[in-house]
């Protein structure tokens, strides 16, 4: 067996031999990495919260949707369109509230 350099780099497993330069590049482009999966954890992180906040949304939605659904079945509500219902007062009047989006300039 002989001990050059040839021999050395045939061995499985066995590191080539980098210049400096190199290496202080492997190292930055490892930082490089590092940074970018911090960033995307930090990411994660943001989007799991956000999906928290939408999902409560979604219940609070619900809950007013169902409450709204019992008192339109009661009488107490009328449905006027999509977006908005007519209360009815106890001394006969009626009252619009609505979710109608801003008219477009």
């Given at each position: 067996?002989?001990k050059?350099v040839?021999?050395?780099?045939?061995?499985?497993?066995?590191?080539?031999?980098r210049?400096?330069?190199?290496?202080?590049?492997?190292?930055?482009?490892?930082v490089?990495?590092?940074?970018?999966a911090?960033?995307?954890?930090?990411?994660?992180a943001?989007?799991?919260?956000?999906?928290?906040?939408?999902?409560?949304?979604?219940?609070?939605?619900?809950?007013?949707?169902n409450?709204?659904?019992?008192?339109?079945?009661?009488?107490?509500?009328?449905?006027?369109?999509?977006?908005?219902?007519?209360l009815?007062?106890?001394?006969?009047?009626?009252?619009?509230?609505?979710?109608d989006?801003?008219?477009r300039?």
């Amino acid at each position: 067996m002989t001990k050059g350099v040839s021999a050395n780099l045939m061995q499985v497993g066995s590191k080539r031999r980098r210049t400096q330069r190199q290496i202080e590049e492997d190292k930055q482009e490892e930082v490089r990495k590092e940074a970018a999966a911090a960033g995307a954890v930090v990411e994660l992180a943001n989007l799991r919260s956000q999906i928290r906040a939408l999902e409560q949304q979604v219940s609070n939605s619900k809950t007013a949707a169902n409450l709204l659904s019992q008192m339109i079945n009661a009488g107490h509500v009328q449905q006027d369109s999509e977006t908005s219902v007519i209360l009815q007062t106890q001394d006969g009047q009626q009252q619009r509230f609505g979710a109608d989006p801003p008219p477009r300039d």
